[in-house]
């Protein structure tokens, strides 16, 4: 049974670039979200992907934007970077009914440095 | 607005010694509640979660962690640690009213004496 999967697993862009993520949610899984983890860091949510629409989405700039397939899999793209985009961006997915559409399994992360 | 503060930023315990990783929350109703572990430069691993009844839930590779209401805690217990465990550990909430999202606390580094 894979797990969540993400590409790349590093990408080094320069200011002012977009960049583009990718993510794979778990086997059965149907809801994407995506987090940004500054070092030394707790993980902060930027938005939820369900149905192909963006459910819910945390404190973050329009400079965000994301996508989901008819796959269940998703984008996370970033316009004109910034220094402090840099950070492990973390895709996690999760099933959609009962108790465990609380419970989310993430993927090992895409490290972003922008230079 | 729901919180998690997890208040050792580091801890360091003896290989075989006991350990206890404190977290509090903010919520004004019951929590859903989970404990994630992350080896450097690796993503999060669910160690364990609380969503009802048992107060004290069991956990993968040993962990365990109690759920006290009256404290606003979820600290997370191993009776002996290994020096696989030296890692991030990170607490985390969700509620009935926001299920697409996790809170994180800002994380508590465990570093374990050979």
């Known amino acids: 049974d894979a797990g969540v999967t993400q590409s790349p697993t590093h990408l080094i862009k320069t200011r002012g670039q977009q960049v583009t993520l990718r993510c794979s949610p778990k086997?059965?899984?149907?809801?994407v979200s995506w987090y940004q983890q500054a070092l030394g860091q707790g993980p902060q949510f930027i938005f939820q992907?369900?149905?192909?629409?963006?459910?819910q989405r945390g404190n973050f700039p329009d400079r965000f934007s994301g996508h989901q397939f008819p796959n269940y899999s998703s984008e996370l793209n970033v316009n004109a970077l910034l220094l402090g985009d840099s950070a492990l961006y973390l895709c996690?997915?999760?099933?959609?009914?009962?108790?465990?559409?609380?419970?989310?399994?993430f993927g090992p992360g895409t490290r972003l440095t922008v230079t | 607005a729901q919180s998690v503060t997890q208040p050792d930023i580091h801890i360091t315990v003896s290989e075989g010694a006991s350990l206890e990783l404190r977290c509090n929350y903010s919520?004004?109703?019951?929590?859903?509640l989970f404990w994630y572990v992350q080896s450097p430069g690796q993503g999060l691993q669910l160690l364990l979660k609380?969503?009802?009844?048992?107060?004290l839930v069991q956990g993968i590779k040993g962990f365990e962690a109690e759920f006290k209401r009256s404290q606003s805690s979820f600290n997370l217990r191993k009776p002996s640690v290994h020096w696989s465990d030296a890692a991030e550990y990170f607490c985390?909430?969700?509620?009935?009213?926001?299920?697409?999202?996790?809170?994180f606390g800002q994380g508590t580094t465990l570093q374990v004496k050979p």
């Open positions: 919520y004004g109703a019951t929590p859903y």
């Open positions: 985390a909430v969700a509620t009935s009213s926001n299920t697409g999202k996790l809170i």
């Open positions: 992907y369900y149905e192909e629409e963006e459910r």
């Open positions: 996690a997915s999760r099933a959609g009914t009962g108790v465990r559409r609380y419970e989310q399994y």
């Open positions: 086997s059965g899984h149907d809801t």
């Open positions: 609380y969503f009802s009844g048992d107060t």
